[in-house]
């Protein structure tokens, strides 16, 4: 009976032994199918990109064409001011640097791509910017009816982000008489009141050296801070933002990485708690894997909190029919100006906006763009100003010549040499003529967004050559996302003159026959008045100039205006372009008159790191007060 018993147990052991091993080598079989499907699958898919998809004529690097993982990674290191200085001029103007991006950088690029009405809407990498959470829907709504996702977002004016362009039409529409420069002129004096604290508080620091970046960011922040809610935040008199721009810088080096990656993005868009849970977790995980992950420093204080809490309480009073002055508190300092009447502020304009066309203007519109001027603006701002400063810095030549500018504008004004230095923002746009050149190269050279202002080809079947749009010889179809990088755009020889890589404000002045060349060139004195942009167009008054060269010259100077992604390009142009240069242009020859810039660090390129939001970062300068008997040679 034992023996039965044993004998019985080891056949059965023999036949779960032999069982288990067919579940194992079934185990084992599938794996390697699913291996081999994975494999042939990812091959398939690489020999298609290079191959056979229908962007696999146009050059670029090999890797870029397989995965947009090649363009995260340059993205991650930040180095896409380098990319746009040396992609197309490898490759050539038209350039792939995704499975299915494009840059181009032409004049008929850039026409195509950003002129008004073509049907370029912007690209899926802005989903990466949005304000407010969109929703989710299955649709075939693409170029091609292919069944995907698609992202209908709130109307609650995001600008940046908003990718329906009836939608944006209007906004800009309702908005523009408040942000028109004739409109914004009135907010000089509280600039002027912003940069006599800024210019004490340096003057009283004798030459220490400062970051750049950092002071420059003080007074965009406070100079927003006075124009929209007659509000300072402090940051002059501390000598210190708080560490906001770099926090800020940190969060577009994220944006920028998912950006490439739209459905890793739109998982963060999902509803419902496990849709929530799921979204939230993936992009954690995927911000890990390319180290995007950025902690909130302890006792970290974002402006954000107060001016959404100031503008949120005087929209609310104001809708109440209780309007708050936004200086009813003065200071002590000011106790003598209590009866004085208070200037309005940006804010005051919005309100009577919405007050005037509420069904229009709503009220979610009103409470977003009172934070939105500094939201778009304290970035941009600050990088234009850095920009700006450290060329000036950095080139004597041209420092000295914008001193001895504005210093001639203010001695043929007032007659004084003692009087306080504030420059009308009209005596830049129309007087000042190297100083805005000056300016304008240095944004040239070092534009504010570093990766392309992509768009997304639409479909155009009445095209002889296909369905999508045709640039420089190549078919591209719709779907693809196309644009041109700012910083490569701007290096063009083609549009900018052979020194396009050096910074020359001469390039941004009509051409004499007696002018000379180099950082100096052009001619201070010639005219240039435009009612749609102040300085655009240059007229060359010398006698020795024949029409026809001034006629080349205006074409020349207006190519190089309207080939420009300065402040965006085409219908989507920043729509607070005039109030950043209210703010550039009075500062600038402001600090210029009162200091001598001395850049003491100039930190290599590789050592910066440039996002899709571009900055100088890492330049430090002293600010040396200028006497009173400074002569105009100056030892730098």
Known sequence: MLSTTATTSGTTLQH????SASVV????KTAMSLLFITIFTIVAIGVYR???HPLSSIPGPRLAALSNAWHAYHVRNGRMYELGRSLHSRYGPVVRVGPGEVWVGSREAFKRVYGAGNGFGKSEFYLATLLSKPTLSLSTAGPRGVLGMEVQTQDTLDLLSERDMSRYRLQRRLIGPVYQTSSLKKFEPAIDEVLDRAVAQLKSMKGEEVDLKMWMHIIAVECLGAVVLGWSPGYITAKSDGGTSGQGYRGWKR????????LITKLGFLEGKLGERFGKAVQRWWADIWGVTFPTPKNFKPFFTPVYQKSSKRISAALKGQVQDPKAKPSKKNKQSKAAEKPKDLLDDLIALHLSKPDLFTETYLRRMATTNFGAGHETLCSALTACMAMIGTHGEVQERVREEVASYLGNKDG?????PHVPFDATAKELRYTLAAIKEAQR??????????RTVPLMRSHAFGEGVRINGYNIPPGTTVGCNPVALHRNTEIFGEDADEYNPGRWLPRSSNSGSGSGSGSPAANSDSDSDPGSDPNNNSPQTSSSEEDNERKRLREMLHLNLTYGGGARTCPGRHLAELIVWKV????????RIEVTHMPDEKDMERYFMSMLTGVKVRFWQRKETEKKEVDF
Request: charged content about 15%; hydrophobic content about 60%; glycine content about 4%.
């Open 588 to 595: 600038v020859p402001r600090l210029v008159s009162e200091f």
């Open 416 to 420: 004084d040499e003692k009087v306080v």
């Open 50 to 52: 290079l191959f056979l």
């Open 16 to 19: 779960v032994l032999a069982g």
């Open 445 to 454: 050279l070092h534009p504010v967004i570093a990766m392309s202002l992509s």
């Open 255 to 262: 944006k920028s990485v998912f950006g490439l990656f739209p």
């Open 25 to 28: 080598s079934v185990l084992l």
